[in-house]
């Protein structure tokens, strides 16, 4: 599928159903649980307050580390057989490939990411999120997703992110996943504007690292369900471990170690959502947005 076939199709988003949504420029998707098996190659064992070691001893239906308690188990028989991406030997030898995106998307174009990593790029170790609830710090897996890290990087030092908001919340209770997300730089996060989750910054790059399942603490890129490769700014924190119902299909770059209670205090916060109370996640666009306004202020790769 090119750039271009995407165009008539929905916003890239994690599927709340547990299942791939139709393809659209606007992110989510679907993740499985067990941070045992998060190992992301470059071994990722930093814990979200405690709550990432946790799960790993965790089986996929046991969700016991944060966010609501109720909702679905996830089956891990029922969860696709995944092919680990392979990791790259020397990062000095990476060559990302970003190319514009065709699709029509609203996009906030700053520049296309260099193709090489640079030293800082290379050993970069952690990504600060300074919201307006505090910061939430992500140990990067550079190692294993170093393009993506490499466009974090990139957008970061262009303030791509600042005053930005984070326009999407899943709970448990109302669509069976808790997910944050964030990175569209023109999401108004109301839970009214339809295009939200559909905005990015005119380039998309290809998946990486695909393989680890998705638990409490995993940050990964959003994309269409059915549109692999389309990644672009917009990223998820998950934050329970229902999540194993998610398919292996986005790439995880880090875990966050510091800041999950702000995550958990946006959950419990609740969802606004549409006035005639429909979860505007749909194929047209738009996001139930955090009753709790998150606004980032500023990015920072280190």
Known sequence: ??????????ASRVSTTGRTTTNRRRLGG??????????????LAACSDGSAKEAAGATPSASASAGPST????VPSELPTATPSAKPTDLRKVSCEYRKDDTGSPAKFVGFPPKKLNRAVIKASKMTVRTNLGNIVIDLATGDAPCTVNSFAFLAKKNYFDNTVCHRLTTVETN????????DPQAKGDGENPTDGTGGPGYLFNDENLGPQYSRGVVFMAQPGDASNSNGSQFVISYTDENAQLPQSYTPFGIVSKGMEIVDKIAKGGVNTAKDGVDITSDDGGSNAPKIKVRIKDVIVS
């Open 1 to 10: 599928m090119t750039d271009t076939d995407r165009q008539k199709q929905p």
């Open 176 to 183: 069976g996943l808790g997910l944050l997300q964030c990175g």
């Open 71 to 74: 909702g679905p188990s996830a």
């Open 30 to 43: 679907t993740l499985g649980a067990g941070l045992g098996v998060l190992a992301l190659v470059g071994g």
